[in-house]
């Protein structure tokens, strides 16, 4: 028996789309999105669900406003302006985002967004802009300030009269999954920010730990229950095919830590943010951005995101229920070793009867059971199986 579908308007699934921030940094220009947006309808990508377009920090003048206190896009990275940008990313059919932070500065030490909510939404609004990502760099550290200044914006931007998709980038600390969506936010931030590392990596420049993809499915095992249409637990932006290079570079990661990533992402219904330059996007890429069957367990109407239901030493199995009575199942190894897993009938909450497994990496059959089968995964690959009764 099937379970209802909700009925939710923004971001009944996991938003999906692309974001500046992990291959450029500070270095993004208008060129840079502009070629962005026409390759995601180029290639495809747009009629798969990646949608928007996210501008991320670093967009506007350094020092500050206009006279009337407007925030003021970079000429010499922007020279069209925002608007004329949006206006060129909806022609596509996708949609466009920018960036600010709930404190005087943002991360990068542009001009942020606090007590400017009001005028800062409806400037945005005015662009055409469709999606906010709210940071929260040099605010205070309590979750009532917080609260306060996360539900500002959100008021400010339903105060628009245009849909803006709200993504609060609280990073966890305060545990936005319990009060993000009180403040109007569709997604919010779980975790600090990740890295193109399997393990967590000490970034000098920093000052501090970049999470690796081993760290993130902890915390993604933890907060399953809060995420759902409307309100989603964002894992960080997509570090797959980055390859060890732009501003989130890390270590660099295999395509079998690659693929497990995006496994993880799909299976935990964590919006899907591309961050590598797709400009120049590589087969193997391709293949795990682009498969979907993949892109189907996340965009899954029913909107449940996956649970750790089974550990074996370094080994886990996850399960995630589908609107049409099937279950999306991740194998996922931990070891540096390969090892046979057990897939189990009773562990992913189906009868003792005959089922069918499909891998969606392959997009093939692959074995029917009953109580259940055993399969080899390698080290840290992720097999990723659709279980039908």
């Not at 951005?289 to 993949?294: D, G, R």
Request: one cysteine or more; charged letters at 20%; glycine letters at 10%.
């Amino acid at each position: 028996m099937t379970e209802p579908i909700p009925t939710v308007t923004l971001a009944a699934t996991p938003p999906m789309g692309w974001n500046s921030w992990n291959m450029f940094g500070d270095r993004v220009t208008e060129a840079d999105v502009r070629e962005t947006a026409d390759t995601l309808a180029r290639l495809g990508l747009r009629e798969l669900g990646y949608e928007y377009v996210v501008i991320d920090d670093c967009w506007s003048v350094k020092d500050g406003r206009d006279p009337d206190g407007n925030l003021v896009p970079n000429p010499l990275k922007f020279p069209a302006g925002i608007a004329a940008l949006a206006e060129h990313v909806h022609s596509l059919g996708l949609k466009l985002g920018i960036y600010s932070d709930a404190a005087d500065r943002t991360c990068a030490g542009y001009a942020g967004s606090h007590e400017f909510e009001e005028q800062d939404a409806a400037l945005w609004a005015s662009w055409g802009v469709d999606f906010l990502k709210y940071d929260y760099c040099n605010a205070p550290t309590d979750q009532p300030t917080a609260m306060d200044r996360y539900a500002r914006m959100g008021r400010a931007l339903r105060g628009t009269g245009r849909e803006i998709l709200y993504s609060m980038c609280e990073w966890g600390g305060r545990h936005p999954h319990l009060w993000g969506a009180d403040v109007g936010a569709q997604m919010w931030r779980v975790t600090g920010d990740v890295f193109d590392s399997w393990v967590n990596v000490w970034m000098p420049t920093w000052g501090t730990y970049g999470i690796g993809v081993d760290v993130s499915l902890d915390a993604a095992a933890t907060l399953a229950p809060y995420g759902g249409p409307g309100r989603w637990n964002d894992l960080d932006m997509l570090v797959v095919g980055l390859r060890g290079k732009g501003q989130i570079h890390g270590t660099g990661m295999s395509q079998v830590e690659y693929q497990t990533h995006m496994s993880l992402w799909v299976m935990a219904c964590s919006p899907l943010m591309i961050g590598c330059d797709l400009r120049a996007m590589d087969r193997d890429t391709a293949a795990l951005l682009m498969n979907p069957e993949v892109l189907a367990v996340n965009q899954d109407v029913l909107g449940i995101p996956a649970r750790r239901v089974r550990v074996q030493g370094r080994c886990e199995t996850w399960a995630k229920p589908l609107a049409d009575g099937s279950v999306a199942v991740a194998l996922i190894n931990r070891d540096s070793t390969g090892q046979d897993m057990q897939l189990r009938a009773g562990d992913i909450g189906l009868l003792d009867t005959r089922k069918l497994v499909r891998d969606l990496w392959a997009q093939q059959d692959t074995a029917d059971f009953g109580w259940g089968m055993a399969l080899r995964v390698e080290p840290h690959e992720t097999r990723l199986l659709r279980v039908t009764p």
